[in-house]
């Protein structure tokens, strides 16, 4: 999963509100993950590309992540809108991801998508932890597993231990006194109080351990960061998510990989922050989720440019809590892992957050045996050499890659890839007097092969009383695709969304309604024909 989302469609205008994201972790002694309590007021219109909806009904005041337009400022957005100073939370820096965190209503931050400065407007999600429950340590199967076929010798053989890679937890920290951990750990950050990123949870010491851990680890010779993005219960927000990869960009050196056994709704900003870190030749490994759902409608592990990971269990089945589908790369040992915990202790979690860091771990074995590939490459060869068509998995998981890890590199070559392309950054913004002095951006002509192709063939899939499928064909050169949604009946609302694919679930209509549904491809600024069909929901 190489490819990058970076064409977002002109002035996104969106409606809904976030649901908690989890960390991947599930209860060893419920193999299916309990849902977390949704964000209030929460609902959503969300596809595999889109980010979260805003819904306008919802009362009271939120946080929201606003991306700007190419060329704007923070200025710019207060000047032509209705916001005072004391709106911005923070403001968010970076190439990926520019723009703010304001604190206001559902009803102003759907008004703020007409603004001219936004491009994007979503909730400025929870990261919340699931509960976790300790059992004693036992053998690390996982690493048994993952350097053979079943038929487990109770050894683990490494071509390399992963010296000289780095590996950055995004997580709730390390524990840094872990007599396991302490010697192999790197300078880290701590996005919530700029402490010392010590963990006082216990997810982030889990998932270290079997990164880099003498006992538990993949790659015991690798140095790991703790990057603090969630508090001592397990909880942050997308906001908080991205600074910290904001931060390991600018200071993470040569082969350098990001770990992230954490999960949610569908964030572009998260999505686009990924793959700005894989334009920038860093891996980022995604744990799939727990919900037993597509990955492809959770971030990070929906994001194109990430390694996302599903769970597998001792038997080479997928692991009952693990998500799916096509947006998985590979699965790992995720059922029973033992791990490091904080106060120089161990324990047995399950979870796709288990899965990951094994196969963070693989890449970092990889990368010290063959230290002149570059990010793609590294997330080739862990793809390549992964062990195909050896798990068991469920009807729903019909698309899923039947991959599981193996890190028996020794020998392999380096396939040569060129590195993801960056991700644009914007231009700088000259000083403006007012926002009436800003012309809108001119729209370039579509050249003929965009001109003259509309995605024809809108089909209707299933409609309930406040949910629709649709699926479009595609358009050759467009990069992405506007939908808007407009209600003909009773209120007469509107809403665009933008999507790299050709499909979209449409959730939070109205029931009895009637609804335009238009579909055009999207290249930049330059837009196709677009094709349009009418539904109805059911009363």
């Not at 805003?54 to 704007?72: A, C, M, R």
């Not at 904080?342 to 047995?348: D, N």
């Not at 595609?474 to 407009?486: E, M, Q």
Request: proline share 8%.
């Amino acid at each position: 999963m190489i490819s990058m989302r970076t064409s977002y469609a002109h002035r996104l205008r969106l409606a809904g509100s976030g649901a908690a994201m989890l960390i991947a972790l599930n209860v060893i002694a419920a193999p299916s993950s309990s849902a977390q309590e949704p964000h209030p007021n929460s609902s959503s219109i969300v596809d595999s590309a889109s980010p979260q909806t805003i819904d306008t009904h919802s009362s009271g005041e939120h946080d929201y992540i606003v991306q700007l337009q190419p060329g704007k400022s923070v200025g710019d957005l207060v000047a032509e809108s209705d916001l005072e100073r004391q709106d911005i939370s923070k403001k968010l820096r970076g190439s990926a991801v520019k723009g703010a965190v304001l604190r206001i209503n559902a009803a102003e931050a759907a008004q703020l998508g007409d603004t001219p400065a936004v491009e994007i407007i979503e909730p400025d999600q929870p990261v919340r932890a699931l509960a976790s429950q300790a059992y004693s340590a036992g053998v690390p199967w996982g690493l048994d597993r993952s350097d053979q076929n079943l038929g487990l010798d109770g050894a683990y053989r490494p071509p390399t231990k992963g010296a000289g890679t780095h590996v950055f937890v995004v997580d709730t920290g390390i524990d840094l006194d872990h007599p396991e951990l302490r010697d192999k750990i790197g300078p880290g950050f701590d996005v919530l109080d700029r402490g010392d990123a010590n963990d006082c949870h216990g997810h982030g010491t889990h998932v270290a351990g079997t990164i880099a851990s003498g006992s538990y680890g993949m790659a015991p010779n690798a140095t790991i960061y703790p990057v603090r993005a969630l508090d001592c219960d397990g909880a942050g927000n997308t906001s908080g998510v991205l600074s910290a990869l904001h931060w390991i960009k600018k200071n993470a050196p040569d082969r350098s990989i990001v770990n992230m056994s954490l999960g949610g709704d569908l964030s572009s900003a998260l999505n686009r922050a990924v793959a700005d870190l894989v334009s920038n030749n860093i891996p980022v490994v995604a744990a799939a989720g727990n919900e037993r759902t597509d990955a492809c409608d959770v971030s990070p592990a929906a994001a194109p440019a990430a390694l996302t990971v599903g769970a597998s269990d001792r038997e080479d089945q997928q692991s009952i809590f693990s998500n799916f589908g096509p947006c998985l790369d590979l699965y790992a040992p995720g059922t029973a892992i033992t791990s490091t915990t904080p106060g120089g202790g161990s324990a047995t979690y399950s979870g796709t957050s288990m899965a990951a860091p094994h196969v963070a771990g693989a890449a970092a074995v990889y990368w010290s045996y063959r230290p002149t590939a570059n990010a793609d490459e590294v997330t080739a060869a862990v793809m390549n050499q992964s062990s195909t068509g050896v798990l068991t998995l469920p009807g729903q998981a019909a698309q899923s890659p039947n991959r599981l890890l193996n890190v028996n590199f020794d020998g392999a070559p380096v396939q040569r890839q060129p590195l993801s392309p960056p991700v644009p950054t914007p231009p700088a913004t000259p000083p403006v007097p007012s926002s009436a002095e800003i012309p809108n951006p001119p729209v370039a002509e579509a050249p003929p092969q965009l001109r003259d192709q509309s995605p024809a063939k809108i089909r209707v899939g299933n409609v309930t009383r406040k949910k629709a499928k649709i699926r479009w064909t595609t358009v050759s050169s467009a990069k992405s695709y506007l939908v808007t949604v407009k209600r003909l009946t009773r209120g007469r609302d509107k809403s665009k969304f933008q999507s790299s694919g050709s499909r979209m679930k449409i959730r939070g209509l109205k029931s009895g309604a009637k609804y335009r549904i238009t579909v055009m491809g999207v290249s930049g600024n330059e837009r196709s024909p677009a094709s349009s069909v009418k539904i109805r929901t059911k009363r």
